[in-house]
């Protein structure tokens, strides 16, 4: 009896299988903050929809085809790569360099799985792709765009604010991006920065926003996943009263999430870091049997990373500038620099800024 | 030795009837909300249209290894569930040890973390000791942790300081404190220090064989060992009278001779030993360098819902831990089910707020043997008319 139950849930396991054969099966791994940040991980998700031809209001083939388990602690990260490669999907995603360690860790027990990470290329095992992008040049993208703003708004003396999520090499490449690229419109700016140590307290963001935007502060750029959203809340919240604000979206076009009447959005533009794209190529790979040790690296040239543009009030103008300031860095006219010790020693950033290299 | 002697307020009377004794049990009471709490999970799980039966091979594969859907068993899911509860039933008896004493120790997740710090810079700077070093880890994390709760304590006997707004800040400062230490170790970056030496880390022995290595350590030995010491101290010894005679009445206590500010001190530095040590079981069992902690993890809170369904008694503490440890280790494996990650914390959720309300669901048990029993006499008093 028992068995032949088991025999019956192995067959259809078989049959879900087999219906599901031409596309590999993905498990996408994210920290406490989930797939519902808005940010980084919904992105990572989005790319795995996209590949499956499934919406975020349709996911059909969750659960057969793909799905995501969220680790509350850090220390679930090695149970649940284990658990994932017990289960045996054809791709694993993890998504930031949080699990760096773990994924090394993990890696060298299962050398047949394939995993892949995003914002991380110092594991070096075989069965381990590794994609990064080009997070400084995005942000010197939104930083021109945000200056450009302010001197289109007749702002004297504007201030810019940058709120971080936990220091470390990856945020420092928004943050040296943004200021390089606000000081490369207005050079005498004046720049503050804030870290929260936190990836998912969006009140310790809200509660910093409202002292900069009290004191001054024109525009602030958030690169801290769920904490940013806090910047977000407190715009619009200005905004509403008729202050003239803005927030910076980052990862995904956070337009949609400013909106406080009609068309009127806070978030003025975003940083786009389109970690869809890096997992779509992986699973990708693995379909087409490319999938190889790799450090993907997707820049501006690659489409890696760019600017949004669905804030109407974002004018004209100012796009085509930011456009052509985007064809200089592909072709090489403008450097813009990835670490703070870079740009601190070429005297395009302030000496007094928190960015952390290591 | 006066401490076989029993407090009159403590424990059941005399069970006349089997309701009597289910009302008066609060073990039989905290399994039935423990129940109400799955039973409502179920009903949230149907509801949102997922199909409960992963919720249970979830718990099934949890607990004895074996994945029902596949045929695979699997011993480390099992390492991992009781991985999972060392620090919630280590954290849970900081919360219960002062409960007893009548304080409210909501500072576990502090004391966790100055225990978690402690235990991190002996296993990077201490000097060799015979290959055991993390048995020095443990004791530093125990005497951090008993002296953050310790403080509490003292300030409460001292200054009449609530404990409870006392603990509240030290957890700030604890998690602050850490941060800030563990950064200026040299070559730590912004989220990790260098790795452990290897006589650091808690070994597995021929744990790590049995439940096919996962991350389950020698700690549980440790664990288990401060379950007894914590029934030992409370209920059998001299000092463990004093605590809970303090904790029922202190003012009777004071009355009796027994040195109720003492009391306070010593029972926090106890329950902040318990919940140093479970941040060093963490520490340098889970992870093989020291972390700049960059959120709470949690433990400390959980512990005093561990403490409360668990009554404070040391066995209570250790099923309800290992219960709590079964629903966090459960999580992973129900989203691989598609049972949405909330449903555990739903249901620990309810089983908190359901224990809470243990003391009305007595009330109307008992109101309902009442009626019953005033019918069941009106009636015979009828037949007998």
């Given at each position: 009896m028992k068995k032949s139950f088991l025999a019956a849930i192995a067959l259809t396991l078989v049959a879900l299988t087999q219906a599901f054969a031409a596309d590999p099966t993905v498990r996408l791994l994210t920290d406490a903050t989930g797939i519902d940040d808005k940010s980084?991980?919904?992105?990572?998700?989005r790319g795995i929809l996209d590949f499956y031809g499934d919406t975020w209001a349709k996911q059909s083939k969750r659960g057969k085809a793909y799905d995501v388990v969220t680790a509350q602690t850090q220390d679930m990260y090695v149970p649940n790569l284990k658990q994932a490669s017990d289960e045996k999907y054809d791709l694993i995603i993890v998504t930031g360099f949080t699990w760096a360690d773990a994924l090394s860790e993990?890696?060298?027990?299962?050398?047949?799985?394939?995993?892949?990470?995003?914002?991380v290329d110092w594991v070096g095992d075989p069965n381990v792709m590794q994609v990064t992008f080009s997070e400084h040049e995005g942000s010197f993208l939104v930083g021109v765009a945000t200056a450009l703003k302010a001197k289109a708004e007749g702002i004297k003396d504007p201030k810019f604010g940058f709120i971080g999520g936990i220091p470390g090499p990856v945020i420092t490449k928004f943050e040296v991006g943004y200021v390089m690229g606000i000081l490369s419109v207005l050079p005498k700016a004046k720049i503050v920065d804030y870290y929260a140590n936190d990836w998912g307290k969006p009140e310790l963001a809200k509660a910093q926003a409202k002292n900069w935007y009290d004191s001054g502060v024109y525009a602030i750029f958030s690169a801290a996943g769920g904490t940013g959203n806090g910047t977000i809340a407190q715009a619009?919240?200005?905004?509403?009263?008729?202050?003239?604000?803005?927030?910076?979206?980052?990862?995904s076009d956070q337009y949609a999430d400013g909106i406080y009447s009609g068309t009127k959005s806070a978030v003025l533009t975003s940083m786009l870091k389109r970690v869809e794209t890096a997992s779509k190529v992986s699973i990708q790979?693995?379909?087409?049997?490319?999938?190889?040790?790799?450090?993907?690296?997707?820049?501006?040239?690659?489409?890696?990373v760019g600017f949004a543009t669905s804030n109407p009030e974002l004018d004209k103008s100012i796009v085509t500038q930011v456009e052509q300031v985007r064809k200089n860095i592909i072709a090489g006219k403008v450097k813009v620099f990835a670490t703070y010790a870079e740009a601190k020693a070429a005297g395009k950033v302030p000496g007094d800024l928190q960015a952390s290299d290591k | 030795m006066t401490g076989t002697s029993r407090l009159p307020t403590e424990g059941p009377a005399m069970p006349r009837t089997f309701l009597d004794a289910f009302i008066n049990?609060?073990?039989?009471?905290?399994i039935l909300v423990v129940l109400l709490g799955f039973a409502c999970g179920t009903l949230i799980i149907m509801a949102v249209g997922r199909n409960p039966a992963g919720l249970y091979l979830a718990l099934l594969q949890t607990l004895t290894g074996f994945n029902a859907t596949t045929g695979v068993w699997n011993a480390r899911y099992v390492g991992e569930w009781l991985t999972a509860a060392m620090p919630l039933i280590l954290c849970g008896m900081s919360m219960g040890f002062a409960a007893r004493t009548g304080l409210f120790n909501i500072g576990a997740e502090g004391q966790y973390i100055v225990g978690l710090t402690a235990a991190q810079f002996v296993a990077l700077y201490a000097p060799p000791f015979f290959g055991a070093e993390w048995v020095v880890c443990l004791l530093a994390a125990a005497a951090a942790g008993a002296f953050w709760g310790g403080l509490v304590g003292w300030l409460r006997a001292r200054f009449s300081v609530s404990e409870v707004v006392a603990t509240i800040m030290l957890n700030y400062i604890a998690f602050f404190l850490s941060r800030y230490l563990t950064r200026l170790i040299p070559d730590a970056n912004t989220y990790r220090t260098p790795n452990f030496p290897g006589a650091a880390i808690i070994p597995r022995w021929f744990i790590d064989d049995l439940t096919n290595h996962s991350r389950l350590s020698a700690g549980i030995f440790v664990v288990l060992a401060c379950v007894i010491l914590y029934w030992l101290v409370l209920e059998r010894t001299k000092l463990g009278f004093e605590l809970r005679a303090t904790g029922l009445n202190r003012t009777a206590a004071g009355y009796a001779g027994i040195g109720v500010n003492r009391c306070f001190t010593t029972s926090m530095g106890i329950a902040g030993a318990f919940a140093g040590l479970a941040g060093a079981i963490v520490a340098l069992g889970s992870f093989s360098y020291g972390r700049v902690i960059g959120g709470y993890d949690n433990y400390g809170f959980n512990g005093i819902a561990v403490a409360l369904v668990g009554n404070s008694t040391a066995g209570g503490t250790l099923l309800s831990g290992l219960l709590f440890g079964m629903l966090s280790s459960a999580q992973p494996l129900m989203q691989s089910r598609q049972i949405p990650k909330e449903i555990a914390w739903i249901i620990s959720g309810l089983v908190v707020v359901l224990v809470s309300l243990r003391a009305g669901i007595r009330l109307v048990i008992a109101w309902r043997a009442k009626v019953a029993a005033a019918r069941s006499l009106a009636e015979r008093e009828a037949a007998g008319a």
């Open positions: 980084f991980n919904a992105a990572a998700w993990v890696a060298k027990l299962y050398p047949e799985q394939k995993y892949m990470i995003v914002d619009k919240e200005y905004r509403t009263q008729g202050k003239k604000v803005w927030a910076i979206g980052v990862d790979n693995v379909k087409a049997g490319t999938f190889k040790s790799e450090v993907l690296v997707l820049d501006t040239k690659a489409d890696g | 049990s609060n073990g039989a009471l905290s």
